[in-house]
Structure formats: C-alpha cells, structure tokens
C-alpha cells in the first residue's frame, strides 16, 4: 500500500479504525483466512462513501465484509483494503411495521428488536449469522423466508460513487443473488416491512427455529454455512452423501457427520485444505450423479 493512498485513508478514518495486516481468521465464521494489506472500519455511511470514493479513484481493489459468514479467504490474505461496514450499526423503527437498519447490523439483533417491538416477518433470519447489509447481497433466505419478501428499499453506493435508493423489486433478488451483487453495489441501509404480531408467537417461533437448526446444523464448529448452492431439483447435501462423502476430510476440513451440506473447520483447517476438499466434493458429485455443485461460499484472494 502506497503512503500517500495511507495518508488520503487517514483523513477519512480514525488512526485506529486502521488497522494493517488484520489477519481476516478473525473476521470469518470459518476461522480462516491470511492477512488483510489495510482493514478499516468507517465511522458512517458519509465515511464509507468518502472511502470508496477515494480508493476508486486511486485504482485500490476493495472488498465489503459483513460478518464473514459466507466467506472463504486466502490463507495468503487479500492485497487490497477490506473495509468492514460494522459500525453502521443504526436501527430504529420507521413508522409502524417499517424497520430501518444500518448495513452492519446483525440478523440477529433485527430479529430479536422487531419480536421486542411485535413485528413478525423477520423470525426466519434470526439464525442466519450475517449482518443485513450481506443478506441483501446475498437474498439470504430460511425456512421459507428470503429477504426479497421483506425488502421495501435498499440504500447504496453504486459503481459511479452516487448514493441511490433502489426499490426492493429493482434488487432483482434471486435464489442467492441480486443485482446488488452483480453490480457491486455497497448496501449502507435498508427498509424492511414486518407486520404487526403477538410478541409470545413471535418468541415461540424463533425459539422453534433455533432449535431445528441446532439438531440439524454443525453449529458446535466453525464453517460458512451451506458450502453449495442447492441445485435445481436437488439437494447438496443428498447429493454429497450418495457420493458417499459423509465425514469425508482434507487437512483440518471436513463434509460435517452431522449435514453434509456444510464443510466444517474441524481441526485448525486451513482455507487451502477448505478449498481442495470443496473441490473434491465437486468433482465426486459429478462422477456420481453427473450434477455440478456450485459453491456458495464467495472466495477472496489467491487459491
Ligand atoms: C452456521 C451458518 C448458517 C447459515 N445459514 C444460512 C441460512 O439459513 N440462509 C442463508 O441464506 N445463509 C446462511 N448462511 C450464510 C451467511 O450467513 C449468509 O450468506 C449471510 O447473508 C452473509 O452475510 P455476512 O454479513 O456475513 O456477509 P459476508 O460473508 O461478510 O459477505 C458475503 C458477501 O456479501 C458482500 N457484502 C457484505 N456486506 C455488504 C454490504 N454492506 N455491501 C455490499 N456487499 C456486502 C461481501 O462483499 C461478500 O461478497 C449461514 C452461515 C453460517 C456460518
């Protein structure tokens, strides 16, 4: 990183909101990941788009983390600028059944404000351990629910540097996907509409859910959560086991005994063994049901 593009990031961010080399194992769910060349954590959303802005145009390659829930980085890390969208963390409530949150804020903490304040709609994100500003990349969605069902608007930075406000049905949201993605959108804040619920149902249903992902999901280790996108008329994980990779390792990285939709960081993985061992499942679906796992899992950096 030159000292000039250093000092021009210093006017914007605090000394130390600044950090370099951050290790990102410490900034993803699946404990992996090599050094970041600058991380920084703008103060708002007029600091992020002053960052952006400034990195765009002094050529410097970025990258948005959220809670790096779905993420696999390098164990040589990223030569660029990770900038982490946490401390937007504003949440409040618009009018009624309308929440605004900031991009940084966690699902969790949208889920347990809307049941505080009985708004339904948002139970089925709970467990779901990103921020909202991921789940709008992303279309995270749950037992029966995705963000496209609940989304009015998204704020963001768009390509040019300019401040838009997108309408829900112009993020295009898809199984996994939106436009937002596409373009390389930053999300800074969204607008959610929830209704009006009985607070004791609301608990009861999330309750329910956090339960169900317990006795069918990993959770006791570290992973990125479904590794692949389920494919069209079938399911990873069925899939994955018919190939017969259940409990299937490379290095510390295994397909989880407990969902074989999840690779696990079983013991101190590298991103690398996570890598090759993805890889190999693919290939081995393939030979078996001639089927092409696509990975969900966004990859960064050199693999
Ligand atoms: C145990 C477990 C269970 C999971 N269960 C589910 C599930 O049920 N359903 C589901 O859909 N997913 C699930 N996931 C995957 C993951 O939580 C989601 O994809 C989540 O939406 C990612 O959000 P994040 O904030 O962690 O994003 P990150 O992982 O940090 O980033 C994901 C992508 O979004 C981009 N991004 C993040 N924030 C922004 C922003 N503000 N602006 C622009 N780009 C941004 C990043 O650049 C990256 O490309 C699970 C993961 C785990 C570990």
Do not use: W
């Not at 990102?24 to 769910?29: A, L, N």
């Not at 409530?93 to 940084?104: K, M, N, R, S």
């Amino acid at each position: 990183m030159n000292s000039e593009v250093l000092e021009g990031l210093r006017e914007i961010v605090p000394n130390e909101d600044i950090l370099i080399d951050e290790l990102m194992s410490r900034h993803t769910t699946f404990r992996t990941g090599g050094p970041a060349s600058l991380f920084l954590r703008p103060g708002d959303e007029e600091a992020a788009l002053k960052v952006v802005r400034f990195l765009r145009q002094n050529d410097q390659p970025f990258f948005i983390l959220g809670n790096g829930s779905n993420l696999l980085i390098s164990d040589k890390g990223y030569d660029g600028v990770v900038i982490s969208l946490e401390k937007l963390n504003d949440l409040r409530i618009e009018d009624d059944t309308t929440i605004v949150a900031e991009a940084g804020v966690l699902n969790s903490a949208i889920a347990s404000f809307a049941r505080d304040n009985a708004l339904a709609g948002f139970e089925f994100a709970a467990g779901i351990p990103g921020t909202i500003g991921g789940a709008m990349i992303m279309n995270a969605g749950a037992y029966g629910g995705e963000m496209k069902d609940i989304t009015v608007s998204v704020r963001a930075i768009a390509s040019d540097g300019v401040v838009v406000t997108y309408k829900g049905e112009e993020c295009d949201f898809g199984y996994r996907n939106s436009a937002l993605k596409k373009r390389g959108d930053v999300v800074t804040s969204v607008r959610l509409t929830l209704s009006k619920g009985d607070q004791e149902e609301i608990s009861e249903r999330m309750k329910e859910l956090a339960l169900k992902r317990k006795e069918k999901q990993p959770l006791e280790y570290p992973s990125a959560g479904s590794t692949f996108k389920r494919p069209e008329g079938y399911f990873a994980g069925k899939l994955i086991e018919d190939a017969g990779l259940r409990g299937f390792s490379v290095g510390g990285a295994q397909v989880s005994e407990k969902h074989c939709g999840f690779v696990i960081n079983k013991d101190n993985a590298t991103s690398a063994d996570i890598y090759e061992l993805i890889c190999e499942v693919k290939k081995r679906v393939y030979e078996n049901s001639g089927v092409t796992l696509e990975p969900e899992v966004i990859m960064l950096g050199e693999f």
